[in-house]
């Protein structure tokens, strides 16, 4: 079998090196071509994940039609942002009639699409059963240094989840299968934004208490909006949901939790992301979430007030206040 991954940052890299278990070459395309020599002569993506060694069966290269030529199922793995313009790129080259996988997390600001929505959206429609969505909780550097991980592949047909699944299973590497592609797509997407939150009160030094409220209360809001948009709410209770939350809310290694604490210790937007060689991406997710929210009448009121302090400069601990502040609820409601 032959695979092909579309982007060469950590994650894209950490699951060529999964699927190079199984697959006698997997093709990985990047941009940066001093990066793309140094995977194929070194066996080493030193720029994302220094020092991890890459199997010799993935080969890289800067030509969309040589890392998909032959492939039997495509990964891609560029930011939410970048999506729509690497696959009208890629589309003369895409292979019919195998799974497209992606593994983005966001939601695009101009349209309010998930990445499935979007690809549908890009591709014509022969391309469309074929589309799936990979989530849950794994960080990159991990998941390349083999360590445990296991995630959800979801896709409208279960024919093409299976054969994902199939091509990813490892000693290592372990997915469960899903139907609900929305439920899965709001749980990896917002969980980045209450990610950020939860930095922020780690910023502030809020304490334990505060971050179990945010990741308990910022699941309340994913499964709100997930459902209005006709996702499961048992699905926001899996790995794509609670899994992901928890671990991007509370791991060291999460990029969202770090722009969080450095809001919450005072540093601007820009400059956070100005010192970060990776996308976070709930920084723009956050501008979809509450478009979104206030399209379609759901309440994110974390989601709403890390907008502020990341767009507008609010004081986060005057954000805190308000969330603080709110009228009295039921919790259920």
Known sequence: MRASVIGSGSFGTALANVLAVNCEQVGLWGRDAALTEAINTRHENSTYLPGIPISPRVRATTHLPEALQGSELVVL??????TRQVMAQALPSLPRHVPLVTVAKGIENE???????????????EYHPYIAVLSG?????ELAQRMPTVVTIAAPWDKVALRCQKALQTETFRSYTSSDVVGVQYGGALKNVIAIAAGIADGLGMGHNARAAIITR???EITRLAVRKGGNPLTLSGLS???DLVLTCTGE???????????????SLQEILGDMKQVAEGVKTARSARDLARKVGVELPICEQVYAIAYEGKSARAAVVELMTRQPKNELV
């Open 253 to 267: 290694l999460s990029r969202n939790r770090h722009v969080g604490m450095e809001l919450g210790r005072g540093r």
């Open 137 to 141: 909780p794994s960080f990159a550097k």
């Open 77 to 82: 793995a560029t930011p939410s942002h970048a």
């Open 111 to 125: 349209t309010l699409l998930t990445m499935t929505e979007l690809l549908e959206d890009c591709l014509p429609e």
């Open 218 to 220: 910022g699941l309340a």
């Open 241 to 243: 949901g609670m899994g």
